[in-house]
T-cell receptor, first 114, second 119 residues
Framework: GNSVTQMEGPVTLSEEAFLTINCTYTATGYPSLFWYVQYPGEGLQLLLKATKADDKGSNKGFEATYRKETTSFHLEKGSVQVSDSAVYFCALSDRRGSNYKLTFGKGTLLTVNP | DGGITQSPKYLFRKEGQNVTLSCEQNLNHDAMYWYRQDPGQGLRLIYYSQIVNDFQKGDIAEGYSVSREKKESFPLTVTSAQKNPTAFYLC??????????????????FGEGSRLTVL
């Protein structure tokens, strides 16, 4: 079955530091890949996505590239801010006929200190 | 504004009581989902519905029930049979893609969540 593995947190950084959160996946077919972000006490919001190999998703300074050869979709940001403190979820969406199944990683808590 | 509304945001329940969590969406999405979130365990799928009057069990359906009488609404009942109901519950929706469509990527839209605490 499908699975998503992301680096365990928590991750603690100082403001303006470089961020990488690793994500690898196992899937049959050609999944779409997502990063969702969850701020404290809230639901999940889509941060970025990529639908095919070598696509780069980007939003709010975050980037991730769909690497089929390494089955990875690592999240990066060049300079984090305190407001980026949240839980980040990597996910894949695998199409099965007319339906999709979304599989999530366990989430990585990021704390950015001023 | 289109979106998903969950209520209540916080709910306390005594052991042995059933409780129903509301989820309403005005995105005109066909598919709706309920997830449970526990610390360190990510999101686990409870139930999902792809069309009105039809729903399927997810990975952890025991102790829960749902209904889908209207496209906009997908309430979740946490029954007294659920052994450990204290958790954060998230409702989501997505547009059900046409079989030949390549434009839909299966993206989910989430509500703000409901935190249930059993006393």
């Amino acid at each position: 079955g499908n699975s998503v593995t992301q680096m365990e947190g928590p991750v603690t950084l100082s403001e303006e530091a470089f961020l990488t959160i690793n994500c690898t996946y196992t899937a049959t077919g050609y999944p779409s890949l997502f990063w969702y972000v969850q701020y404290p006490g809230e639901g999940l919001q889509l941060l970025l996505k990529a639908t095919k190999a070598d696509d780069k998703g980007s939003n709010k300074g975050f980037e991730a590239t769909y690497r089929k050869e390494t089955t990875s979709f690592h999240l990066e940001k060049g300079s984090v801010q305190v407001s980026d403190s949240a839980v980040y979820f990597c996910a894949l969406s695998d199409r099965r006929g007319s339906n999709y199944k979304l599989t999530f990683g366990k989430g990585t808590l990021l704390t950015v200190n001023p | 504004d289109g979106g998903i509304t969950q209520s209540p945001k916080y709910l306390f329940r005594k052991e042995g009581q059933n409780v129903t969590l509301s989820c309403e969406q005005n995105l005109n999405h066909d598919a709706m989902y309920w997830y449970r979130q526990d610390p360190g365990q990510g999101l686990r799928l409870i139930y999902y519905s792809q069309i009105v009057n039809d729903f399927q069990k997810g990975d952890i359906a025991e102790g829960y029930s749902v209904s889908r009488e209207k496209k906009e609404s997908f309430p979740l009942t946490v029954t007294s049979a659920q052994k450990n109901p204290t958790a954060f519950y998230l409702c989501a929706s997505s547009s059900r893609q046409v079989r030949t469509s390549l434009s839909n990527t299966g993206e989910l839209f989430f509500g703000e969540g409901s935190r249930l605490t059993v006393l």
